[in-house]
């Protein structure tokens, strides 16, 4: 078998992956309405299995997060709230999300990544240059993107796959950047479980409380920092004098 042949394993076996997942009929459960119409199947299982029920979420979010499932993510951030509480919720998506990421990325640049690096060193030009800027600050880069939600979470990992960022800066800039975002949306988890037990359906009227409101706000807050953030670092970039 080629070396060519073997690097593209990775990305057929993530598409293999990703047509069993919508073979499977997943996808028609990852919304809020069926975390609601399960919600007591759920909880029973995450207290009948303290230490299964976190990995078996872990390994759900990891799967969702490499196959690129278009509108899964949110939910399932969603659902490690509802059934696991802020911290353990947090730690269980942050955890799936980083090593689905991984996945993604891996089985992206071993192939398609690798293609597009050796034919721009064989090429040089602007295209080199770009990629050779990239991946000298990749931690910053990806730790930013991770922080702002300006690009859906799949394309995140796709695009730094094909600009050959190292693998340790970008699995640690994926981990400390998508932590914040897994603790807010635990915390609102949280609170869309106070509603379910209430009766209640999660509308604009009953979302407006302190327990959902402060998350929401602080999931903005994180957002716009992170923008004026990046925006002072391009200016500064474009006012330094050029060598």
């Known amino acids: 078998m080629n070396r060519r ?6 990305l057929v076996a993530l598409v293999l992956l990703a047509v069993a997942v919508w073979a499977s009929g997943a996808p028609r459960y990852l919304h ?5 119409e399960h919600a007591a199947t759920l909880r029973g299982l995450v207290r009948d299995h303290p230490v299964l029920a976190p990995a078996a979420y872990v390994v759900v979010l990891a799967a969702t997060t490499a196959t690129c499932l278009p509108g899964a993510i949110p939910v399932l951030m969603l659902a490690g709230g509802f059934l696991f509480g802020i911290w353990e919720g947090a730690a269980a998506a942050t955890a799936g999300l980083t090593l689905g990421s991984a996945l993604a ?4 640049r071993s192939s398609l990544g690798t293609a597009l690096r050796d034919a721009a060193d064989r090429s040089g030009g602007r295209l080199k240059t770009v990629l050779d800027g990239v991946r000298s600050g990749a931690f910053g880069y990806v730790l930013t993107l991770r922080l702002i939600p300006i690009a859906p979470f799949e394309l995140m990992s796709i695009a730094a796959a094909l600009a050959g960022i190292p693998f340790r800066p ?24 106070r509603l379910f037990d ?18 929401l706000l602080a999931l903005g807050l994180l957002s716009l920092a992170a923008t004026v953030v990046v925006r002072r670092r391009a200016r500064a970039k474009a006012a330094a004098p050029s060598l």
């Open 170 to 193: 970008y699995l640690l800039g994926t981990a400390l950047g998508v932590t914040p975002a897994t603790f807010i949306y635990s915390a609102i988890g949280v609170g869309i479980g």
């Open 198 to 215: 209430r009766g209640e359906t999660p509308r604009l009227r009953t979302l407006l409380t302190p327990g959902l409101v402060v998350p």
């Open 5 to 10: 042949v073997l690097r593209i394993l990775p």
């Open 105 to 108: 990325f891996v089985a992206v």
């Open 32 to 36: 809020i309405a069926a975390l609601r």
